[in-house]
């Protein structure tokens, strides 16, 4: 079982700014086995792929609704996987979850969330307009 624990999300208004991070708090957890996701689901919606970083954090990949706004980032020796997130929009709110994936391939990551193993509880995202 492997805990994931997410903080920093809030309310901000449309153009701002907010850093997520996520920590694996499981103990002898081996973070840099695990390609990471960032997901997000809104009201009504379904949950949705937002970034993955590889093992190593040199391959990234980002749904293109946040290209160029948001940056997934990772620091193996602290377990965190971040997400910065720029020049937010009222559509950018929702639910953001963080999720594992044990991989042996360390350049892989996953884009899929039937792919990832666990789950963060989820830090709420609001953009106002």
């Known amino acids: 079982q492997v805990q994931l624990v997410e903080s920093g999300g809030g309310l901000v208004q449309a153009g701002g700014s907010l850093r997520l991070s996520c920590a694996c708090a499981t103990s002898g957890c081996t973070f840099n086995t695990y390609a990471m996701g960032w997901f997000r689901q809104a009201p009504g919606k379904e949950r949705e792929f937002v970034a993955a970083i590889s093992r190593s954090g040199l391959n990234t990949y980002y749904t293109n609704s946040v290209k160029g706004r948001f940056t997934i980032s990772r620091d193996n020796a602290k377990n965190t996987v971040s997400l910065l997130m720029n020049s937010l929009k009222p559509e950018d709110t929702a639910v953001y979850y963080c999720?594992?994936?044990?991989?042996?391939?360390?350049?892989?990551?996953?884009?899929?969330?039937?792919?990832?193993?666990?789950w963060g509880q989820g830090t709420q995202v609001t953009v106002s307009s």
């Open positions: 999720a594992n994936k044990y991989t042996f391939y360390s350049p892989t990551y996953y884009y899929k969330s039937g792919e990832y193993d666990y």
